[in-house]
């Protein structure tokens, strides 16, 4: 089975400018795992609740009706008398959602982890708390990206900022160890699953990009799509 994050997740990547400012990102990645679920199918109820259009993908990743904060990835039941909207190559259709039944948030360390820490782990447990909020038992999936690459160079418009290695600017292998455990740390307690998505890409031409372990990678991404698959199938 190829998994569709994983190859959403390397084209952010590969052979291209990596724009981490770029609010879309997350988005792109998360929708790609309510695909994998369904070719699963290890779900029942998923399967049929997909098939049906029951529940689907809101894009807008919001509840009709209530204010919050958007998480990267919101799949729901559709709110009533709204037809759903296929998308071009996707088999969960889009739609309103009126509950919340999986929660994606995802976030990529690719330069300066320290400097981005309180900041990612707050929007982190921010997310996951609304995930929880109002009495939903939404399945919380947590997807952090960690750079491990030697060096990797950082854009703000034309302008190119590389590691150096030095304090301020170390380069990703120097701080991905650390930041991976702090971030465990902290999130871990507050979703259901939480993935780390452990890659190598410095950013410049030609863009190369690698997984640290590709077959590791696959193996825990399988694991977690399994898991809430099942967890899927207790609570809804």
Same mark, same amino acid.
């Given at each position: ?51 049906? +259009?029951?529940?689907? =993908? @809101?894009?807008?990743?919001?509840? $009709? !009706?209530?204010?919050?904060? /958007?998480?990267?990835?919101?799949? *729901? ?64 999936? +947590?997807?952090?990206? =960690? @750079?491990?690459?030697?060096?990797? $160079? !950082?854009?703000?418009?034309? /302008?190119?900022?590389?590691?150096? *290695? ?71």
């Amino acid at each position: 089975m190829t998994y569709r994050l994983l190859d959403k997740f390397q084209d952010l990547f590969d052979g291209k400018i990596y724009r981490h400012r770029a609010s879309t990102n997350g988005d792109w990645v998360a929708v790609e795992l309510f695909e994998d679920l369904r070719t699963l199918a290890r779900s029942t109820k998923y399967v049929a609740n997909v098939d049906s +259009a029951r529940s689907v =993908v @809101n894009l807008g990743n919001v509840r $009709v !009706g209530i204010k919050e904060r /958007r998480g990267d990835g919101a799949f *729901g039941e559709i709110v009533p008398n709204i037809k759903p909207v296929p998308g071009l190559g996707y088999v969960v259709k889009r739609a309103p959602i009126a509950t919340l039944e999986i929660g994606i948030e995802v976030k990529i360390f690719s330069k300066a982890m320290n400097k981005q820490m309180d900041r990612v782990e707050g929007d982190l447990e921010k997310q996951a708390r609304l995930f929880k909020s109002r009495g939903s038992d939404a399945i919380r999936v +947590a997807i952090v990206g =960690v @750079n491990r690459a030697a060096y990797t $160079v !950082g854009y703000e418009g034309d /302008r190119e900022f590389p590691t150096t *290695g030095k304090a301020g600017f170390l380069h990703p292998i120097q701080e991905a160890e650390a930041t991976e455990k702090h971030v465990r740390a902290v999130i871990e307690p507050l979703y259901d699953e939480v993935l780390f998505l452990r890659y190598k890409a410095t950013n410049d031409a030609p863009y190369p990009f690698a997984w640290e372990d590709k077959k590791d990678t696959e193996m825990r991404y399988g694991a977690l799509l399994a898991r809430v698959s099942q967890q899927y199938q207790k609570r809804f």
